[in-house]
């Protein structure tokens, strides 16, 4: 039987997004069958404790930021590269913590 988590509930399913994350998870070690997103979630719910929020709402933030961080890092300002940087490595951060 699986264990499951409330963090695991999340509802969200995108098809062959949903797919093609949860093989890159799973590529990378991960054999919960979680998304890449989801695990990112749960570490960021984890690192910041933040357990009353919703694994969705976590979730969220995390792609927030995954959209974030690429487009920070292609502008031309020293700044907006330097967040980009800070904000793909707290994604890769929190992704490990997912454990």
């Known amino acids: ?3 499951t ?3 695991n509930k999340g509802t969200s399913n995108y098809g062959a997004l949903t797919i093609l ?3 890159i998870n799973h590529d990378l070690g991960d054999r919960s069958s979680r998304t890449v997103s989801r695990r990112t979630a749960d570490g960021f719910r984890k690192s ?3 357990n009353l929020m919703s694994g969705d709402d976590a979730e969220d933030i995390v792609h927030i930021m995954m959209i974030l961080a690429p487009a920070l890092l292609r502008q031309k300002s020293d700044f907006s590269k ?3 940087i800070l904000l793909f490595a707290g ?3 929190c992704y490990a913590e997912g454990k």
């Open 1 to 3: 039987m699986k264990k």
């Open 5 to 7: 988590f409330p963090a």
């Open 21 to 23: 994350s949860k093989q």
């Open 82 to 84: 330097a967040i980009g």
């Open 91 to 93: 994604l890769v951060g």
């Open 48 to 50: 910041f404790k933040l």
